[in-house]
C-alpha cells in the first residue's frame, strides 16, 4: 500500500480472523513506535508487546472498551513515566499519540488491523504488563487481521465536513 492508501484504509478493527502475525510484521509496527517524534527528542515511550491469549483475556478487562483485546493477535501497551505537571502530562499525551497512530498506520500498510483501548484500572494493567512504578499506560493497541473485511480505502469516513473543520487563514 501506499502512504495515502494507508492512512485512508485504517480504521478500528476490534474483530479479528484468528491469523497469527508474523514477527517480523510485529517488529516493523514497533520499529514505526521508535521512529515516531517526541518532544525535545526525550523518547520516554517504552512498548509491551503482548501474544499469549491468556494474558490478552485478563488485559481485555482494563477497560469496559477493551473487550476486543482478548482475540487480538497481539496487543501493543504503550508505557510512559508519570508526568510531573501539567505540561508534561500533555506532551507526554502527544507523545503517545504520535506513537500510536504511526503504528496504526504501518499495520494498515501491511494490511493489519488495529483497534485503541483506553486503560480503566490502572493497577489490574500495571500487574499484568509488570512496568515500574512511577510508569502508566494509557493505550493499548489491539492487531489482528480484521474478520470483516480487508482494509482498503475509506471514501467516505465517518467525519464532520472537512470545509466545516478547516478555517483558511483564521477561524
Ligand atoms: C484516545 C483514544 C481512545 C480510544 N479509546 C477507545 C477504547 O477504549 N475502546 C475502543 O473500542 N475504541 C477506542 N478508541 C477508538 C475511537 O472510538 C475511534 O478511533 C473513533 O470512533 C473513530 O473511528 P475510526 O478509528 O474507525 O476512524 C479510542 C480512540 C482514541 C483516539
Not at 27 to 40: C, M, N, Q, V, Y
Not at 69 to 94: H, K, N, Q
Amino acid at each position: 500500500m501506499d502512504t495515502w492508501d494507508a492512512l485512508r484504509s485504517r480504521r478500528n478493527v476490534r474483530q479479528y480472523d484468528g491469523r497469527p502475525i508474523p514477527p517480523e510484521d510485529i517488529d516493523r509496527i514497533l520499529e514505526a513506535g521508535w521512529r515516531a517524534p517526541s518532544a525535545s527528542n526525550k523518547q520516554s515511550r517504552d512498548y509491551v508487546v503482548v501474544t499469549d491469549r491468556q494474558q490478552l483475556e485478563e488485559l481485555s478487562r482494563v477497560w469496559q472498551g477493551a473487550g476486543h483485546v482478548a482475540s487480538s493477535a497481539a496487543t501493543i501497551a504503550v508505557v510512559y513515566p508519570e508526568a510531573e505537571d501539567e505540561r508534561s502530562s500533555a506532551l507526554g499525551a502527544f507523545d503517545q499519540g504520535q506513537a500510536t497512530m504511526q503504528m496504526m498506520i504501518a499495520a494498515a500498510d501491511l494490511g493489519i488491523g488495529s483497534g485503541h483501548s483506553a486503560v480503566g484500572d490502572h493497577e489490574m494493567a500495571r500487574r499484568i504488563l509488570g512496568y515500574p512504578d512511577g510508569y502508566r499506560c494509557d493505550m493499548l493497541i489491539a492487531l489482528g487481521y480484521p474478520a470483516d473485511r480487508p482494509l482498503r480505502p475509506i471514501e467516505h469516513p465517518n467525519r464532520r465536513p472537512l470545509a466545516e473543520v478547516v478555517h483558511r487563514g483564521g477561524w
